[in-house]
């Protein structure tokens, strides 16, 4: 009867541990090959997303480890505070599980060392590990990232000699008819409009209007004054006006010294009248 109260402790202590929910065993499996993740809990395959490992440069280590460490919010000392939201440690030199803002190379070796996941799987890959323990998650990482490097230079050079898509062809107004010069290059399209030459004869030729005044001639005055109406004085203008007309009447336009008009002087000067010297002063 001694031992009674000793195997009931032990049964109470059995029924206890019955009890307590068992933790799942986490797998997470990396194929740096194809640039894939595989989560499976107890053996049941969980989800499949694609991921970016390290560049062959910061190739992330291959082999098997167990997750140890875990931070929602962390940044990076080494590569400039970097943000890495959901980080799930698994090596002590730093190398972790963690969320990517920029997505754009999700898919591609493109890290540092570390397993690059989008936010949002990030989020609930951690969810899960924090749920079943951290130290229950085993990491596994296997294949060749220079393999995922060259299916990435062969997608890229499929892309770059891919044809570009053809523009559809802009329907033509009625009449468009493209010119082409002797150059080679395509004119303007015309629409029916054709361009008429430069022609001098068509624009507007100004013959000068005569008012019948009295135009300006050499050796005689201007008539600006014009004859007074019937019953009118005779303007000021008109009245000295004989004397010069009868002076240039008396001496008329010579023409030399490059056609220029010449006027003879009132009295003739002592230079006309005295006779040449044999010297020709």
């Known amino acids: 009867m001694r031992y009674a109260p000793v195997i009931g402790l032990v049964f109470a202590s059995a029924l206890a541990l019955g009890a307590a929910p068992a933790s799942a065993k986490v797998l997470i499996t990396v194929d740096k090959s194809a640039q894939q993740m595989d989560v499976s809990v107890d053996g049941v395959h969980r989800w499949t997303w694609p991921v970016s490992t390290g560049i062959p440069r910061f190739d ?56 690059r996941l989008s936010p949002a799987h990030a989020a609930q890959l951690y969810a899960l590990v924090q749920e079943q323990g951290v130290t229950n998650a085993t990491v596994v990482l296997t294949g060749d990232v220079r393999i995922a490097m060259a299916r990435k230079a062969t997608r890229m050079a499929t892309r770059d000699a891919e044809p570009a898509a053809e523009t559809p062809e802009t329907p033509q107004p009625a009449g468009y008819q493209p010119q082409t010069s002797g150059y080679g290059y395509q004119q303007q399209p015309s629409y029916g409009y ?55 009447e008396q001496y ?22 005295r006779s040449r010297s044999p010297n020709g002063y």
């Not at 030459?197 to 019948?212: H, K, L, M």
């Not at 010294?257 to 000067?269: C, H, L, T």
């Open 252 to 273: 008329p336009p010579r023409r030399y010294d490059y056609g220029q008009p010449q006027y003879e002087p009132d009295a003739p000067s002592s230079y006309y009248s």
């Open 194 to 248: 054709q361009r008429q030459p430069y022609d001098y004869q068509r624009q507007p030729q100004y013959q000068p209007q005569y008012d019948g005044r009295a135009s300006a001639q050499y050796g005689r005055t201007y008539d600006n004054c014009p004859a007074p109406p019937p019953g009118f004085p005779v303007p000021s203008c008109a009245q000295g006006r004989a004397p010069a007309q009868a002076r240039a």
């Open 60 to 115: 992330t280590p291959s082999g098997n480890y167990r997750a140890f460490r875990m931070e929602a919010d962390h940044f990076s000392k080494e590569w400039d505070d970097a943000p890495m939201p959901h980080s799930i440690f698994f090596t002590p030199k730093g190398h972790a599980i963690h969320g990517y803002l920029n997505t754009k190379n999700i898919g591609s070796p493109a890290s540092h060392g570390c397993v």
